[in-house]
């Protein structure tokens, strides 16, 4: 299912980390993905539902490079990826072995997939950053996937960075990581997100002003009185 463009928009503006303080309020505490770091500095932010990919540890007789070119495969996830969607790649936090290269990565690119997330780590760096395609992942090695990985299947719920992620969740990913919306939460993060962020955003300023922390983060009942009066002169 597509995200709504208008969902797109409103989280577009908001951080990951005041996501994760919105989750938290919710009792999600396990949202950020261990391991998702930003492949180039200044990366868009990255919003999308999720495609799952999942790897097992490898096995002699399934990782091997004729099985590139399975019904099972990499490839053929790629060609089952929908515009706009965000994969995420379960790759059990494996840093010896790439999991995705240049040419997978164009092939993404040209399916118009928003990003890659991974808590594993990508091949042939120069050329994946020559892609263009926005990647979070937790370094880069030489050896194949199959080195170290047996991919087994996509579209299924996997764990990537410690966090549990069904098809379709919605993936919001900027510098600080790849942070999991639950399907079933995403109206109410819709909701409350944008004043979460204004509200961020004015304490700010009241700290660029010099005033101090108490009662202003978290604010007293004072201060909500400040805020609400700033918001209606606006």
């Known amino acids: 299912m597509t995200l709504d463009p208008k969902a ?3 989280l577009q503006a908001v951080s990951t980390a005041t996501l994760t303080t919105i ?6 505490r396990n949202v950020w993905m261990r391991g998702t770091k930003p492949i180039r ?3 868009k932010r990255v919003v999308g539902r999720a495609f799952t990919l999942r790897f097992v540890p490898a096995r002699e007789d399934l990782a091997t490079p004729a099985s590139w070119a399975s019904p099972i495969s990499t490839r053929a996830a790629i060609e089952a990826m929908p515009e706009g969607c965000v994969a995420v790649a379960d790759a059990m936090g494996v840093l010896d072995a790439g999991i995705f290269g240049d040419i997978l990565c164009a092939r993404m690119v040209q399916r118009k997939v928003a ?3 991974t808590d594993g780590v990508m091949r042939d760096a120069v050329g994946v950053l020559g892609t263009g395609l926005p990647v979070w992942c937790d370094g880069v ?3 194949p996937s199959v080195a170290g990985l047996t991919f087994v299947g996509w579209q299924e719920p996997i764990a990537c960075g410690g966090v549990a992620v069904f098809p379709d969740d919605v993936v919001v990913v900027d510098e600080d990581g790849a942070v999991l919306i639950p399907a079933t939460f995403l109206d109410q993060v819709l909701a409350e997100a944008p004043e979460q962020e204004q509200m961020e955003a004015w304490i700010m300023t009241e700290v660029d002003r010099g005033v ?3 009662g202003l983060y978290p604010m007293n009942e004072e201060t909500k009185v400040r805020y609400a009066a700033w ?4």
């Open 115 to 117: 990003g890659l997330v």
């Open 8 to 10: 797109i928009e409103t």
């Open 41 to 43: 500095p200044g990366q």
């Open 23 to 28: 989750l938290l309020k919710k009792g999600l």
């Open 231 to 234: 918001k209606a002169a606006r």
């Open 141 to 143: 090695a030489a050896p």
């Open 212 to 214: 101090p922390l108490p």
